[in-house]
């Protein structure tokens, strides 16, 4: 009876994880979105680079590899600033790596 209470409110487990995998797509989205904005370009290959998360200076081409440092990004506080939920800013921090290459 409580599992079908549960399940009433939240859904299924199969309905949560559905809507869980949907919420990370759209976050990665956004994610991938602010990366295009604050990249530089690499001055070896010209493709975008990425800031490093955790960092305040470097970057990396999603390309040739290239590592650099350059103007200041602070891409942790960009985070921060567009998901203010601890749990949304767990996921984009997450995401990130896979969109940051993904560019």
């Keep these: 009876m409580l599992k ?3 399940e009433k409110v939240f859904g299924t487990p199969e309905e949560i994880e559905k809507k ?3 919420y ?3 976050i ?3 994610v991938k979105g602010l990366i295009v904005k604050h990249s530089l370009s ?3 290959c010209n493709s975008l680079s990425a800031p490093i998360l955790g960092t ?3 970057y990396k081409c999603g390309s040739c590899g290239r590592q650099f440092v350059s103007s200041s990004h602070r ?3 960009i985070l921060r600033a567009n998901f203010t939920n601890i749990i949304t800013i767990k996921i984009a921090k997450d995401v990130y790596s ?3 290459k993904s560019i």
């Design 4 to 6: 079908r209470m549960w």
């Design 20 to 22: 869980n995998a949907a």
């Design 24 to 26: 990370r797509i759209e």
């Design 28 to 30: 990665g989205a956004q």
């Design 42 to 44: 690499c001055n070896g």
């Design 56 to 58: 305040t200076d470097r």
């Design 75 to 77: 891409m942790d506080d």
């Design 98 to 100: 896979a969109a940051a």
